[in-house]
């Protein structure tokens, strides 16, 4: 019992991020990311798929990248 409702709502809060990951795509914000995110975490048939396709496409990459810049300029800012 413990297990489907663990399942229940791990797969309801993926759901939740992917419609916040929409909703921001139009606004400014890591929509993308936070669509992948949301597809991370719940399951379903062909997940791995749609997954791989989706890091393939540009504005993924875009935003890695950004995140990446912005976590390295902060990391050597706090070291020196």
């Not at 139009?26 to 992948?36: A, K």
């Amino acid at each position: 019992m413990k297990k489907v409702v663990k399942n229940v709502a791990k797969n309801t809060g993926g759901v939740c991020l992917i419609i916040i990951g929409f909703m921001l795509i139009f606004t400014p914000g890591p929509g993308l990311l936070t669509i992948l995110a949301g597809l991370y975490i719940t399951s379903f048939p062909g997940k791995p798929a749609l997954v791989a396709k989706l890091k393939k496409t540009k504005f993924y990459h875009r935003y890695v990248i950004n995140i990446e810049s912005k976590i390295k300029s902060k990391f050597k800012r706090k070291n020196k």
